[in-house]
């Protein structure tokens, strides 16, 4: 089982490119979601989805899009990025609590720099 | 104010002993979820434990445990008989309301721990 697959593991951008961060699950989850971890931090959410075609924002959206096309696969994109968005990206998926604990099953993480 | 505070930045134990780890929260929901996660120098997140808000006794997951002490607030994580593959870093989560929502969780800060010989 693939569970969270997330591409591409490491990332140099210059400031002002764009790029998409890939995000897809093989456990049939209804809800995915994306955070960034920074140094001292801990991890902040970015933006969720809690179906195809839904999406909504968390605690630090600013800079980033999303679109959730079908149930397996939920894209990051980073439209114009800026050094502030150097972090490790965290893709995650779950199911609602109704059908367990609902925890965050993640992704391996994705290493973003930005020069 | 920090939903979820987590005090210790590293915590230093010895193998074979247990180590408890410290987590409050701060929420007016009372219908609420609180995990711990793990995460290894390889960088992957582990989901160790979970508890619910109305769960009337303390999780367990094999050497883990969950001391909920609602009225204080607090959910804290004990490791019991440590082992050298226990370092690693460790996150207290909080997710506010139990169903529905998106799953959507707060994170600590992490408490760094680090199993001596």
């Known amino acids: 089982n693939a569970g969270v697959t997330q591409t591409p593991k490491f990332q140099v951008l210059k400031t002002g490119q764009s790029m998409t961060l890939q995000c897809a699950q093989d456990m049939n989850h209804e809800y995915m979601s994306w955070y960034r971890q920074d140094p001292g931090m801990g991890l902040r959410l970015i933006h969720y989805?809690?179906?195809?075609?839904?999406?909504d924002q968390g605690e630090v959206p600013n800079g980033y899009n999303v679109s959730r096309s079908t149930t397996e696969d939920f894209p990051l994109r980073l439209l114009s990025a800026a050094p502030s968005q150097t972090s490790v990206y965290f893709c995650?998926?779950?199911?609602?609590?109704?059908?367990?604990?609902?925890?965050?099953?993640f992704g391996e993480g994705s290493r973003l720099t930005v020069l | 104010a920090q939903k979820i505070t987590q005090t210790q930045p590293g915590m230093f134990v010895q193998e074979k002993e247990a180590v408890t780890l410290d987590c409050t929260y701060d929420?007016?929901?009372?219908?609420?979820?609180l995990f711990w996660y793990k995460q290894p120098s390889s960088g992957e997140m582990i989901f160790l434990i979970y508890?619910?808000?109305?769960?009337?006794q303390n999780a367990t997951e094999g050497r883990y445990s969950l001391n909920f002490q609602k009225a204080r607030k607090s959910a804290n994580l004990v490791i019991s008989a440590s082992q050298l593959g226990d370092s690693a870093m460790y996150f207290c989560?909080?997710?506010?309301?139990?169903?529905?929502?998106?799953?959507?969780?707060?994170f600590g800060t992490g408490t760094q721990l680090k199993v001596e010989l």
């Open positions: 995650a998926s779950s199911q609602p609590r109704t059908s367990g604990t609902g925890e965050l099953f």
């Open positions: 989805s809690v179906g195809a075609g839904i999406t």
């Open positions: 929420t007016s929901d009372p219908s609420y979820g």
């Open positions: 508890q619910g808000s109305y769960d009337q």
């Open positions: 989560a909080m997710r506010e309301g139990l169903t529905g929502g998106g799953n959507k969780l707060t």
